[in-house]
Structures are given as structure tokens and as C-alpha cells.
């Protein structure tokens, strides 16, 4: 046993969490989980459960048992790494270090996870944003620069200065989307949003997300509806579900012609709900299907020009649903619509009433 184990075997008694045991794993930046020798579990911090290692009572994990085993069999805390999906669907995945400890001779054992995969995946993913960042900032800075120094020359020409005054409006909204936008990404990539989990309501999400976009829909002609909702709550962060299911109606708005609708529903199927949003837009071709999701990728770069897209909408909504232990799919042809699909695992049905 080692020394945190023999520590910790002065404040626990055969069977039972004490006090003082509860308030050293409190203490402690790791989440963490005592078991009996029977494997029941006697206690477990706040959010153990969201790390997807339990259910009803049990531990998921053929490895994590495995450690369990070997630390009662040898009495020597034993340490690995484990990869956990986020969720029952979705490529969501989880890297934890382990740290397994016996703590009393009647075979408790004490067990330790530290996200440290997600630190590693964080730290690569800033990398290689800020790469990405550094190109995408020059076109509308030169842009600027460009039409300013315009400006300067035909300042005694009204009607020019009008001109170039509108091009500099323009690319100043569109860099202070693409700024929004950055530190919405950036917000997603330095934070998990389980982290600071609660219980959502589908129906709240979608009224949210659609009535941010009402002043864009009534600009554009376009008619936005919630028809078929089949209400749930999921365990996820509120604004970053909002922000996802936005950005997809926003997107289909986006690309829709005037006087065409776009439709918002969701249906549940097998403790999964799938929210839809469905338009009657322009389409995306078959060979564009597998890159929108891609960071900063345009199907249409100068239709995203005129509506301010900025190449990371769709790319938020993946790593939202992803991190949410979801999944998102697209359908859609040139010149019939598309339809995207984001499936969340529910933590219950809720009736509407």
C-alpha cells in the first residue's frame, strides 16, 4: 500500500465513507471513486458519473476492473491509461491516467482519474488553430488596408467615397464575425463542456436557437418553423447546444432562396433524440459532403463573402455534438435542400404539457 493509501486508510472505516475521507477527495483537482471488496460503491465526487466509467452502480470499464483486480491481488497502487467514449453514439472520445490505491485491508480501493488527455488534445488543437487564425485574419485586414488607402486618394469624390466608405462597412462586419467567431471556438476547445453539466431541455434549446435567428429569417424572406418536437432533457452545457443548433438554422437561412422554409423538429429513438433542421435551399454537391465540417472550409466561397459566413459555423456544431457524446449528419443535393441531423444521448423523455 502506498503512502497516499496508508493516509487515507486513517479516515475510512471497514464499509463506510467518513467524513474526514470525504473531504480529502473533495479537496482533490481529480475526480475520484471509492469501492468495497464486493465492488459497491461507497463513494464517488460530483461529476465521476459523467466521465462514462459507471452505470446503475457499476463500472463500465473491463481495464479500469482490471486495475481494481491487480491492486487487491498485489496491494500495490497501479496506474494506466484508458480511453473511454464520450457517449453511446458519436466519435467522442475520452484519454484518462488511473491511479488505483487499496486503502483498507478489508479491500476498498480508492480510484483516481485525471483528464489528461484532454489536455494534450487541448493544447494540440490551440496550436493548430492559431495557424489557422493567423491566415484567415489576413484577407479582410488586407481588404481594409486596401480600400482605406482608396479612401485617402478619392476624398474629394463623394460618390467614391461612399463606394469605398460601404466596402470598408463591409469588411469590418465580416471581421468582427469571423473575431465572434474565433473566440466562440476558442472558448469550446479550452473547456469541456461536461465539466459544468445540467440537465436541458430540447424544447428549450430549439425555441432558443430560432429566436436568435427571427431578425436574420424576416431579412431574408425566409420562414423558420418548430413543427413534430419530441421533447427531452439531455445532460450537456445550455449555451453551447443553443449555440450549435443556431448556427445550423442560421446556415440553412443562410442558404435559402426567399419564400422557402426551414424546418426545426426533433424525434427520439432508443434513448437518443435527433434534432433536425431541414431547409429548401441551393444543396451541397456529394464531394463537399465529407469537408463542411472542416474548419474554415467554404463550399461556395463567394456566397459565404455575401452573407458573412465565416467558415467555422458548422465547425463549431461538430465539436459541440462531439464533446456532448453526439453526432452530427448531413443529406442534401444541389438544387433540393439539406438536412442536418444532431443526435444527443437523453437522460429522459419530458412530456410537452
Not at 313 to 323: A, C, D, E, F, Y
Request: hydrophobic share 40%; aromatic share 4%.
Amino acid at each position: 500500500m502506498g503512502w497516499f493509501g496508508r493516509e487515507i486508510e486513517k479516515v475510512i472505516e471497514p464499509n463506510s465513507i467518513t467524513p474526514a475521507l470525504v473531504a480529502v477527495l473533495n479537496s482533490l483537482n481529480r475526480e475520484s471513486i471509492v469501492l468495497d471488496a464486493s465492488g459497491k460503491i461507497l463513494f464517488e465526487t460530483s461529476k465521476f458519473s459523467l466521465l462514462n466509467l459507471i452505470d446503475n452502480g457499476k463500472i463500465l470499464s473491463e481495464e479500469l476492473l482490471a486495475l481494481v483486480r491487480v491492486v487487491r491481488r498485489t496491494g500495490n497502487s497501479q496506474e494506466g491509461i484508458i480511453e473511454v467514449a464520450r457517449g453511446p453514439i458519436g466519435e467522442g472520445k475520452r484519454e484518462l491516467q488511473i491511479t488505483t490505491t487499496l486503502i483498507s485491508e478489508d479491500g476498498s480501493v480508492l480510484i483516481l482519474v485525471d483528464d489528461e488527455g484532454e489536455k494534450q488534445r487541448v493544447d494540440a488543437v490551440r496550436r493548430d488553430f492559431i495557424t489557422n487564425i493567423s491566415h484567415e485574419l489576413k484577407t479582410p485586414i488586407q481588404a481594409l488596408t486596401l480600400n482605406s488607402d482608396a479612401l485617402l486618394e478619392v476624398k474629394n469624390d463623394p460618390d467614391k467615397v461612399t463606394m469605398f466608405a460601404n466596402k470598408i462597412k463591409t469588411q469590418a462586419n465580416r471581421l468582427n464575425d469571423l473575431v465572434k467567431e474565433i473566440i466562440n471556438l476558442s472558448k469550446l476547445q479550452d473547456s469541456d463542456p461536461l465539466d459544468m453539466a445540467h440537465e436541458v431541455e430540447i424544447t428549450d434549446i430549439l425555441n432558443e436557437a430560432v429566436d436568435q435567428c427571427e431578425a436574420m429569417a424576416e431579412a431574408r424572406n425566409v420562414w423558420v418553423e418548430i413543427e413534430d418536437v419530441k421533447n427531452a432533457v439531455v445532460i450537456g452545457n445550455r449555451e453551447q447546444l443553443v449555440m450549435a443548433v443556431h448556427n445550423l438554422v442560421e446556415n440553412a437561412i443562410n442558404y435559402s432562396p426567399e419564400k422557402t422554409r426551414v424546418i426545426v423538429s426533433s424525434k427520439i429513438d432508443a434513448q437518443i433524440v435527433e434534432i433536425v433542421v431541414k431547409d429548401q435551399g441551393i444543396g451541397i454537391a456529394e464531394d463537399n459532403l465529407d469537408r463542411i465540417f472542416e474548419r474554415f472550409y467554404r463550399v461556395d466561397p463567394a456566397r459565404s463573402r455575401a452573407t458573412g459566413g465565416t467558415g467555422l459555423g458548422l465547425s463549431i456544431v461538430k465539436h459541440v455534438v462531439k464533446n456532448h457524446g453526439g453526432d452530427v449528419t448531413v443529406w442534401s443535393a444541389p438544387g433540393v435542400g439539406s438536412t442536418f441531423a444532431i443526435r444527443l444521448p437523453i437522460t429522459k423523455e419530458k412530456s410537452l404539457v
